[in-house]
C-alpha cells in the first residue's frame, strides 16, 4: 500500500478539526487481534473518513489474503459475458462525452472484463491492480498484460494517456490527492479520467455497515468535484446513480485542464449531517438484527467470512454461539475469524449438525441463499438477515 498522509490531519485538506462519529471493532480473518476502525468528519471541509486509517499493512495482508478481486466462471462464458453495470456506466459515459477511442488505462482493473469491454469498442487498453491472481486472471481470461503493483508505483511510467479510468478505486486509497495528481501527470492535455466511488448521499438508500474497513473516504459530490479542481481537471460530467447497486454511486468525467483551481473551503454541516444521520440508521439496523439473532438459543453456522462478518459480530452478540462460518472462497477455508474455523459450502452441507445458518452478507444474500437451496440445505435452516426465502422454500423457515 502507499504511505498514508500525515496520520493526526484530514486527507483531503490537511485540517486538524477530526469529528468521530463511529468506531467497529473488527475481527479480520488470519489474525488475532480485532481491529478498531474510526469514522470521523472532518470539520474543516466535512470530508467523511477513516480517521485515523487502518494500518497500511493490516490493509496490504487483507488484500492479499481476502479480497483479492478475482472472478469465478468459464474463460468462454467471461469473454463473451455482456459488460457489467459498471463497465456499462463507464462506456456511456465515455460515449456521451463525445470521447474518441485512444489510450486508455484503468487503475485498478482486476481482472481486466472493463478493459476487454473498452477494447471491444477501439480502445487500446492497459492497467494495473495490485493483486496478483487478478493480473494473471486479466492475462488468462482477456489476454491483457496488465502491470502487477499499486498505481503509485507503476502508473508513472505511462506518458500520454487519452484516458484514465478508475472504478471504485479512490475510496480504498490513503491519499487521493497524490492519486489524482499522478492521473493527472500520465494524460495527455486534454486527456480524460472517468471515475466512480461510492456516492455520501441519502442517508435512507445505504446500507448497514456502509462505513466499512476497506473504505477509507465517503465522497459527497462537492469534495470529489473540489479535490478534483484543485488537482488540475475541469469537471465535464458528473451523474450519480441512487438505484443500480447496493448503495448510490457517483461517475465523473473530467478534462486534464492547464491549471489547479483554488476552490473555497467548504461548509462541514453537510458532510456531518450525512454522516450522522446513516451512523444513527446504521445503528438501528445492527440493533434490529441483534434481537432477531438473540432469538435463536441454539448454536448456528454463518455462511460468509469476510468484513460483513466482522461487523456482524462487533454489533450483535452471535460469536459465543457459533459452530464454523461457512465461504465459498477457498483461499479462506482452515483459516479462523474470531477464534471460529473457515470451512467449505460442502463440509457445512455434510456436517451431522442441523443447526441454522445465518447468512452473513448483504451485497450477496440471495445468491448464497440460492446456492445452499441447490445444494440441498433445508429451507427452515437458512437464517437470512435482509430479505426472504422464496415463498414456495419457505414453508419451514425459522424466522
Ligand atoms: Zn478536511
Not at 472472478?71 to 468462454?76: A, D, S, T
Not at 456521451?96 to 476487454?116: F, K, N, Q, T
Amino acid at each position: 500500500m502507499e504511505a498514508p498522509p500525515t496520520a493526526g490531519h484530514c486527507a483531503l485538506c490537511g485540517g486538524r478539526d477530526r469529528l468521530p462519529v463511529q468506531s467497529q471493532r473488527l475481527a479480520l480473518l488470519g489474525r488475532d487481534e480485532p481491529c478498531r476502525v474510526e469514522f470521523c468528519v472532518c470539520g474543516d471541509c466535512g470530508h467523511i473518513q477513516q480517521w485515523p486509517p487502518a494500518a497500511p499493512e493490516l490493509m496490504a495482508h487483507h488484500y492479499r489474503s481476502v479480497a483479492t478481486y478475482e472472478v469465478f466462471g468459464e474463460i468462454e462464458s467471461l469473454r463473451a459475458a455482456p459488460p457489467s453495470r459498471h463497465a456499462r456506466r463507464f462506456l456511456q459515459l465515455a460515449a456521451d462525452i463525445g470521447l474518441a477511442p485512444g489510450r486508455a488505462y484503468e487503475v485498478g482493473c482486476a481482472s481486466g472484463a472493463m478493459m476487454h469491454q473498452f477494447r471491444s469498442q477501439g480502445w487500446q487498453v492497459a492497467g494495473c491492480d495490485p493483486s496478483p491472481s487478478a493480473i494473471s486472471q486479466a492475462a488468462a481470461i482477456f489476454d491483457i498484460q496488465a502491470d502487477l503493483g499499486n498505481e503509485a508505483d507503476v502508473l508513472p511510467r505511462q506518458r500520454a494517456l487519452d484516458l484514465v479510468l478508475a472504478c471504485h478505486v479512490l475510496e480504498h486509497l490513503y491519499d487521493p490527492r497524490a492519486a489524482l495528481a499522478r492521473f493527472h501527470a500520465v494524460l495527455a492535455q486534454g486527456g480524460h479520467l472517468v471515475l466512480e466511488v461510492p456516492c455520501a448521499t441519502m442517508p435512507d438508500r445505504l446500507p448497514p455497515g456502509w462505513f466499512t474497513f476497506e473504505h477509507l473516504h465517503y465522497y459527497q459530490p462537492a469534495a470529489m468535484q473540489r479535490l478534483l479542481s484543485e488537482t488540475g481537471f475541469e469537471v465535464v460530467e458528473t451523474r450519480i446513480d441512487s438505484t443500480s447497486e447496493h448503495y448510490p454511486v457517483m461517475a465523473i468525467a473530467a478534462r486534464k485542464s492547464g491549471q489547479r483551481q483554488t476552490v473555497p473551503a467548504a461548509d462541514a454541516s453537510a458532510g456531518l449531517h450525512l454522516a450522522h444521520s446513516y451512523a444513527a440508521r446504521d445503528k438501528l439496523l445492527w440493533t434490529a438484527t441483534a434481537l432477531r439473532l438473540a432469538c435463536i438459543q441454539e448454536p448456528v453456522f454463518v455462511y460468509g467470512a469476510g468484513i460483513h462478518t466482522a461487523q456482524l459480530l462487533d454489533r450483535t452478540g452471535l460469536l459465543p454461539n457459533i459452530i464454523a462460518i461457512a465461504d465459498r472462497d477457498s483461499k479462506k477455508w482452515g483459516q479462523s475469524q474470531a477464534g471460529k474455523a473457515v470451512i467449505s459450502p460442502a463440509d457445512l452441507l455434510a456436517h451431522p449438525s442441523r443447526a441454522p445458518v445465518v447468512i452473513s452478507s448483504y451485497v450477496s444474500e440471495r445468491q448464497i441463499v440460492a446456492a445452499l437451496l441447490e445444494g440441498g440445505i433445508a429451507p427452515g435452516r437458512l437464517v437470512p438477515l435482509y430479505s426472504q426465502i422464496p415463498p414456495q422454500t419457505a414453508t419451514r423457515a425459522a424466522h
